[in-house]
């Protein structure tokens, strides 16, 4: 039976689904010359989700509807209002890139708002039907996201390999969810995790459905060896795409995460050893490879597999206070990804897409406000103190000395140092090579982009500082 109560906790996906339905319709009345309406409304309507999301503050305690199938706590709460803030960012840094390519339609904010509405379902799932539905809406808008530049043969490829892998990687999950429930008998999560102390012959086929599991999360995170359709996707999409869903979805995963491993499965030690060898293959493929790239955003793809790693520190460590680091260091990936495919647009214009290192030739030269605030990103990424990406490294290699992992920790170091080079090599090109005197580096005249970038860049070192009420945040949200 129904209860209008149930609906109370769903009020900013209900907002999100009526509106972003509403400005669907409103597109079509709505030309191209005032195609910005769609854009201003979009992000309203971004405003007013997160609004709606924080309208009694950041959830203390858990609260369910639908029998639960749909849960909303402090890591729900947490989780989508980054999801909204990054998303808004992509907002602004995409028009001016879209308008010279003549890709500037409503499609783009239209599918970004179905795919975030997909994003707050799975980070609130308390059901193995709620998880597959809200993965499914984020994959199926991702997919056509990637398509949007119909005219390009590297866009349609990337989509097809990224469709055919994603149907793989759904197939999968489903395969391991059809365990789980052939071995507790639910699809409820906390029911399966009630179930875990009476299994008995049925053990093996949870175990099952466990590892079928943990693939569909890793291919979903771009971890190795899953990572196969992650570079082609980055470099094939239109670089406005590219930074959406490079950066918000990552916290979308980490929802799914740690709903399935945490909420359902957390007492079963296996998959904490499986996401440790994981994070090995990832930082090793990612780091190594990014090395030999050329093209800045299949650097970039190669460097995602590489963080991946690093957010399986705190997963695989399996407490509290490990799911608290991931958390984090989800939180301060997206900011710093999203910042990072901003540059790439800051210097893109109509017929060139600056993707190349080497595009970035003497950038301090010509414009050193912008080298430094690329600089800050990159040294963020790359983990340098006191920028924001090296407290978020820092909090999840201390979770896995904690959970009894040193050996995880050090390779995880290891391979940090040896990332630090492909980041070195944007700041070295930007700052002591001579400028192409056949490139003219003019940036994009959106001052919005230029205000933004700022900001994002400028966060890297205000937030390096003030990291601790984010980290407190999600150490409230996940209880450690």
């Known amino acids: ?74 890591v729900a ?38 795919a975030v509405l997909g994003m707050m379902v799975l980070v609130s799932a308390g059901n193995l039907i709620s998880v597959y539905m809200g993965l499914e809406l984020l994959a199926l808008s991702s997919y056509a996201l990637v398509v949007l530049d119909r005219d390009s043969r590297l866009a349609t ?29 639910s699809l409820d999560i906390a029911t399966i995790q009630a179930s875990l102390g009476n299994l008995g012959d049925n053990r093996g086929i949870l175990l099952l459905g466990v590892v079928f599991l943990v693939v569909g999360i890793a ?54 050893h499986m996401l440790a060898w994981l994070a090995v293959a990832s930082l090793a493929i990612g780091n190594v490879v990014a090395i030999a790239q050329t093209n800045l955003k299949r650097m970039l793809a190669y460097s995602t597999i590489s963080h991946v790693g690093f957010l399986f520190l705190g997963l695989a460590a399996g407490t509290a206070g490990g799911y608290a680091a991931a958390m984090f ?63 978020a490294k820092l909090v999840v290699l201390e979770a896995a000395i904690q959970a009894d992992m040193l050996w995880l920790a050090l390779v995880a170091v290891v391979f940090a140092v040896i990332g630090a080079y492909y980041y070195l090599r944007v700041i070295r090109t930007m700052y002591f090579d001579a400028p192409d005197e056949s490139q003219l580096q003019t940036l994009s005249p959106d001052p919005q982009l230029r205000w933004l970038l700022t900001v994002n860049g400028l966060a890297m070192l205000v937030l390096g500082v003030f990291w601790g009420p984010i980290m407190e945040w999600c150490v409230q949200a996940t209880g450690a």
């Open 1 to 74: 039976m129904i209860n209008l109560a149930d609906f109370i906790p769903l009020t900013p996906e209900i907002f999100l689904l009526s509106a972003t339905c509403a400005l669907l319709l409103l597109d079509l009345f709505i030309s191209d010359a005032r195609r910005g309406l769609t854009h201003f409304l979009g992000l309203l309507i971004l405003l007013a989700t997160a609004a709606l999301t924080l309208r009694d503050g950041i959830a203390t305690e858990q609260v369910t509807a639908f029998g639960g199938m749909f849960i909303r706590d402090g």
């Open 77 to 114: 709460d947490v989780l989508k209002v980054f999801i909204l803030i990054v998303t808004a960012a992509a907002f602004v840094y995409a028009k001016a890139y879209l308008q010279d390519r003549g890709l500037f339609k409503g499609e783009f904010y239209v599918l970004c708002l179905f």
């Open 157 to 185: 490829e990337a989509a097809m390999k990224y469709f055919v892998l994603g149907a793989l990687a759904s197939g999968m999950l489903l395969y391991g969810m059809s365990m789980i429930y052939g071995a507790t008998g």
């Open 219 to 272: 291919f979903k995170f771009g971890a190795a060896p899953f990572h196969m359709w992650l570079p082609d996707v980055y470099q094939g999409a239109p670089t406005a795409v590219t930074a959406f869903i490079g950066s918000a979805p990552k916290l979308a995963a980490f929802g799914m995460a740690y709903r399935l491993l945490e909420g359902a499965v957390g007492d079963i030690s296996e998959w904490k």
């Open 329 to 391: 260091y989800a939180i301060s990936y997206a900011l710093m990804s999203v910042g990072a495919f901003a540059a790439i647009m800051l210097l893109a214009r109509k017929g060139f897409e600056a993707e190349q290192i080497s595009d970035f030739k003497g950038l301090n030269q010509r414009h050193p406000w912008y080298a430094f605030l690329i600089l800050l990103l990159m040294g963020s990424l790359a983990g340098f103190p006191p920028l924001f990406g090296f407290w």
